[in-house]
């Protein structure tokens, strides 16, 4: 049962646009998002979150969208530069006491055509 | 600023073996925990070491173990080795701290771990 989901595996952007990673979630006690980036043979980076209680989170060409209506987010990149070709993971978590895992999605693969 | 470092890079195992992966949080963080990314998937979350007790652990049977030292290096354990435990094993640092919704954790570069 996947609590964090990316239905798309791929996805490819011009240079200069905007890139739109999606993701879903079904856990309604996740209160607490994040992006990573990763590039291969390394690590994930942390890129930016936010939190249930807000909407909308800007880090200069990066903002995340949180619907929580919908359980759904998403991270826009704008503008899209052939550097930010990675695979983007989507991760939750619940801040409530106890927990300190990070559930992750399968991750999209975004190439920007320069 | 040294950010996370794991050790080795790559590991050849067979079957049955038992493997011991290193871990080095970054300065100034005092948590370390495992994940293990297969082939395609997102990361797993395995355990979480703090004040060296495993804190919390994921759905991941017994033979994976781990140990936090005083310095606050980590370690993971793999007994029995399985086909199925071939993946990248990731370990990350973080931060205890009151008064902050989350403690971001901080990926070192994994160690890439091949049964045969």
């Known amino acids: 049962d996947q609590q964090v989901k990316q239905n798309s595996p791929s996805l490819s952007v011009q240079e200069g646009r905007i890139s739109i990673l999606n993701c879903d979630y079904t856990?309604?006690?996740?209160?607490?998002f994040l992006w990573y980036k990763k590039y291969p043979a390394e690590g994930p980076t942390f890129l930016i979150s936010?939190?249930?209680?807000?909407d909308k989170n800007e880090d200069g060409r990066f903002t995340v969208f949180l619907n929580k209506s919908a359980k759904h987010l998403s991270l826009h990149i704008v503008p899209s530069q052939p550097g930010d070709s990675a695979v983007y993971f989507c991760a939750a978590t619940h801040t409530g006491a106890g927990s300190y895992q990070l559930t992750f999605g399968k991750g999209t693969k975004l190439s920007v055509i320069p | 600023d040294a950010g996370v470092t794991q050790s080795p890079t790559h590991l050849i195992k067979t079957r049955g073996q038992q493997v011991t992966l290193r871990c080095s949080p970054k300065?100034?963080?005092?948590?370390v925990s495992w994940y293990q990314q297969a082939l395609g998937q997102g990361p797993q979350f395995i355990f979480q070491?703090?004040?060296?007790?495993?804190?919390q652990r994921g759905n991941f049977p017994d033979r994976f173990s781990g140990h936090q030292f005083p310095n606050y290096s980590s370690e993971l354990n793999v007994n029995a080795l399985l086909l199925g435990d071939s993946a990248l094993y990731l370990c990350?640092?973080?931060?205890?701290?009151?008064?902050?919704?989350?403690?971001?954790?901080?990926f070192g570069p994994g160690t890439r771990l091949l049964v045969l």
């Open positions: 990350a640092s973080s931060h205890r701290k009151g008064g902050v919704e989350w403690e971001t954790q901080y």
């Open positions: 300065s100034g963080h005092d948590t």
């Open positions: 070491y703090y004040e060296e007790e495993e804190r």
């Open positions: 856990n309604s006690m996740f209160d607490y």
């Open positions: 936010i939190s249930s209680i807000k």
